[in-house]
């Protein structure tokens, strides 16, 4: 095992090193965080301008000023819409909100605002603010506060004792699976094809016939998949310390870190199935690299591996229609479907333990295999410089092995 | 250690599909010795060598490498230059010299070290952080010579060692090759440079089509193919010498084929003998190595070609 670390780990550095790689892995979390950050730059820029109304139901109380977060927003009653555009074209008001005459009689009747541009977020909940205070002048500050969110539910799970509280926590717990799901996709249809395209590269340098006389061929394909591992945890996890930023960027102020309900379980699993069939996807793919005789063919093998590890994206609407039925089960116990399977069903339902832990015991098997057959493979293709390994050629490297 | 067999090949055969590469070939290499393994191209000789470090798997007959079967805790103990040069373009010479030091079972540090002393005497030192992309062919050939040979191995082979060099480069892999032997190590060296193995070698093994043709002390291999001729300097004029069936003036003297059953003691009794004549010099003609390879390989060389298996 000390030969395949000295191997995953000079595959790790010369790989790390490369612009490529470096472009990728920070380029992609950099845009995230510019994204994020220009949604909070929007939110804090400047003071709140003034803004009129014009009340047509004649039932508004007057309102000069609501506050909005730690600022106030000053509102001017106007008489009519002229009145309020002249303002607006003297510049005296960012902009008006006319509450049309039937506000309170037709469900479509809705409030409109007229302005210079379109008004930013902080506006948007002054105005509410206003709405709420304009239609219930006499109530305690306390009471309108509360009209903003009047049922915040808590659903307790009776058999786990599991607390989501409604909104975006409970977005969070039911996305969170599905995520996850969508992050394994990505990652192996990426690494499948980087895979393939390192062992034909290195094929391409024909510094394998060196190494092969240090160590077995299944230390060789065991150190390379394990760097190529490392390398894509790294881009992985620079990936998501940079969405978490831009998300945290992005939901400023509106969700707390206590707000969060992270479905443990579900990350539990999606570690458990999903690193030993990251590692299946590897081997498989630096088998089709060895098999390959360019880097071209080695793509295209890669894409058809990757369109396996996509394939359960296409399945989504027939497995979100019989969750515990057949298909879903045989995909949730299949190697190269599981991970996504189960945790896209644990989005929506509880996916029973022992299929969960059948689904582990079968990738491990199938890994251990595909180490064993890719190994042998291995030992008959890597010395055929820019040659594809044909069929029979790899039944007899498997029979000879 | 010197002479005890660190290789003994026993009718070892490999066939692909229907092509027997390699017929039951037997040799051995001892250490503290240069084997010269030779033959045309295609004839089985990269085959061969990669059945003996475990690459490939014979279809028949026995391979003991340094005492038994080859394991994996001796690929340690071998070191090998391929005739495919390759190193990771990617990585600097210092960095792919630890990295395959450690691969053959070295300590970090003591693969620094190791790495540091050869690159130093192969004259690459300067260039040990430079990129193996950015190196000359020389500079990857020594390169490549050092990482098959810095973790000192008990058998070396090599695989046309002396390819791309400059007369200075290779005098200094020869050094090494030459300091190695003498410590104990079992080398065995294909090449098609044969006055590299005239110099270097004691013993050869010729394959042709997978077979073995020659084999044994490169003497005695001269010697079986010995043509019977000496050559002769002397003061003097001779038309005729009882003897010798042929005689022909060259470089200011003669060279004589002598007869079925006359050795060249006898002759050289006989020109002393004469009055008239005095011998200045007396040679007995050796048949190069590359006149014998040629005598029995020669035919078969362009057929060959590019079939290496």
Known sequence: MRKSWLVAAATYRRRVRSSAFLLLTFGLPLLMVAVGAISILTQIRGALPPVGYVDRTGQLATVESVPVMDETLDLTPYADVDAAQQALMDGDIAGYLVVPEDYFEEEAARPTFYGEERPNARLESGLTAFMRQAMLPEAPASQIERLEDPAEITFVARQTGERVAQGPALVVRFATPALLAIIFVFTVFTSANQMGSAVVREKEQRAMEMVITSLAPRELVVGKVLGMMLLSLTQVGVWMIGAGVAIGLALFGTLSVQDLSIPWSAVLWAVLLGVPAYFLYAVLGAGLGVIAGDKQQARQLAGLLGFLGMGPLYLTGAIINNLDGPLSIGLTLFPLTAPTIALFRMTLSDVPTWQLAASFAIIVVGLVASIWIVARIFRAAMLMYGQALRPRQIVRALREA | ?309
């Open chain 2, 1 to 309: 250690m010197n002479g005890t067999i660190a290789l003994d090949v026993r009718g070892v055969s490999k066939r692909y599909a229907a092509v027997e590469a390699v017929k039951g070939l037997s040799f051995t290499v001892r250490q503290g010795e240069i084997f010269g393994l030779l033959g045309p191209n295609g004839a089985g000789k990269t085959t061969t060598i990669r059945m003996v470090l475990d690459i490939i798997k014979p279809t028949s007959g026995e391979i003991s490498v340094l005492g038994g079967p080859m394991t994996e805790e001796k690929k340690s103990r071998i070191g090998y230059l391929p005739e495919e040069r390759g190193l990771y373009d990617d990585m600097t010479l210092l960095d792919t010299l630890l990295f395959l030091g450690q691969l053959k079972g070295l300590s970090r540090q003591t693969a620094r070290e190791r790495a540091e002393a050869y690159l130093r005497e192969v004259e690459l030192w300067e260039a040990r952080e430079r990129k193996i992309e950015a190196m000359s062919q020389g500079m990857n050939q020594k390169a490549q010579f050092v990482a098959g040979t810095m973790h000192e191995p008990e058998l070396l082979i090599i695989d046309e060692p002396f390819s791309g060099l400059d007369p200075v480069n290779t005098r200094i892999i020869k050094d090494l090759l030459l300091r190695m032997r003498d410590r104990g190590t079992a080398i065995i060296m294909s090449t098609h440079q044969m006055h590299r193995v005239e110099e270097m070698c004691q013993r050869i093994l010729l394959i042709d089509h997978g077979e073995r043709v020659l084999y044994g002390p490169l003497d005695d291999v001269r010697e079986q193919f010995a043509t019977n001729a000496v050559e002769v300097d002397l003061k003097g004029e001779l038309d005729e010498v009882p003897g010798v069936k042929r005689l022909s003036p060259r470089n200011g003297g003669y060279r004589m084929m002598l007869e079925e059953g006359v050795k060249p003691e006898g002759l050289l009794q006989t020109l002393v003998d004469m009055p008239e004549v005095t011998v200045e010099r007396f040679e007995r003609v050796q048949t190069s190595l590359e006149d014998i390879f040629v005598q029995v390989v020669g035919r078969e060389v362009s057929e060959s070609e590019g079939e290496e298996a």
